[in-house]
Nanobody, 117 residues
Framework: QVQLVESGGGSVQTGGSLTLSCAAS???????MAWFQQAPEKEREWVAT???????EYADSAMGRFTVSKDNAKNTLYLQMSSLKPEDTGTYFC????????????WGQGTQVTVSS
């Protein structure tokens, strides 16, 4: 069982920046990992993926503003968010799976991001 713990959320103004962290209980080089956002009263949506091979994929809404990265020495996934907009508000979840494709097997509890205009 893999445990994921997110941190780094907070409240910022439009145009601000935040960096989210996701600490894993196992070696992250074994995992494909991702970030998801759940805005108020909306479905959870995919934001970014970092594959085992280091490939980074982003949703259109995150492209050019967010950067996903991983420190395998610390078993931690990051999401650097800049030029934040009010629509980026929501709970951000970290997810992981041991195989590429398929469902995300492991989820964190989420960290709240609030962007005010």
């Amino acid at each position: 069982q893999v445990q994921l713990v997110e941190s780094g959320g907070g409240s910022v103004q439009t145009g601000g920046s935040l960096t989210l962290s996701c600490a894993a209980s196992t070696d992250t080089f074994r995992l494909e990992m991702a970030w998801f956002q759940q805005a108020p009263e909306k479905e959870r949506e995919w934001v970014a993926t970092l594959t085992k091979l280091g490939t980074k994929e982003y949703a259109d809404s995150a492209m050019g503003r967010f950067t996903v990265s991983k420190d395998n020495a610390k078993n931690t996934l990051y999401l650097q968010m800049s030029s934040l907009k009010p629509e980026d508000t929501g709970t951000y979840f970290c997810a992981a799976r041991q195989q590429a494709f398929g469902s995300w097997s492991y989820w964190g509890q989420g960290t709240q991001v609030t962007v005010s205009s």
